[in-house]
Nanobody
Framework: QVHLVESGGGLVQAGGSLRLSCAAS????????MGWFRQAPGKKREFVSA????????YYADSVKGRFTISRDNAKNTVLLQMNRLKPEDTAVYFC???????????????????WGQGTNVTVSS
């Protein structure tokens, strides 16, 4: 497992932008699939975005496609989520996740990443 710490959340007006960062510990970060999930109050956790170990493949939920961009810097053990044109329905706690499994589709579908951060709050006001 890796230890994950998210940052960058906050309060923003609709249409604004935020950039979430996830810092990971561990020497094998560059072999991990990384993902972002979110959970709004009273709702189930949902997939937002994921990136393969190499950064060569990225995946997005339909609700964020075209607005969010995931990237990773393996030299800095960091994964970023750039969120643009934010909407009130993007309000949630955002969690970073990591797993050594390279089958990203399985991880996205099941949500069974083995390492999770503590979450960072994102609030979008209308």
């Amino acid at each position: 497992q890796v230890h994950l710490v998210e940052s960058g959340g906050g309060l923003v007006q609709a249409g604004g932008s935020l950039r979430l960062s996830c810092a990971a510990s561990g020497r094998t970060f560059n072999s991990y699939t990384m993902g972002w999930f979110r959970q709004a109050p009273g709702k189930k956790r949902e997939f937002v975005s994921a990136i393969s170990w190499s950064g060569g493949s990225t995946y997005y939920a339909d609700s964020v496609k075209g607005r969010f961009t995931i990237s990773r810097d393996n030299a800095k053990n960091t994964v970023l989520l750039q969120m643009n044109r934010l909407k009130p329905e993007d309000t949630a706690v955002y969690f970073c996740a990591a797993d050594p499994t390279r089958d990203v589709v399985v991880l996205i579908t099941t949500g069974l990443f083995n390492s999770w951060g503590q979450g960072t709050n994102v609030t979008v006001s209308s």
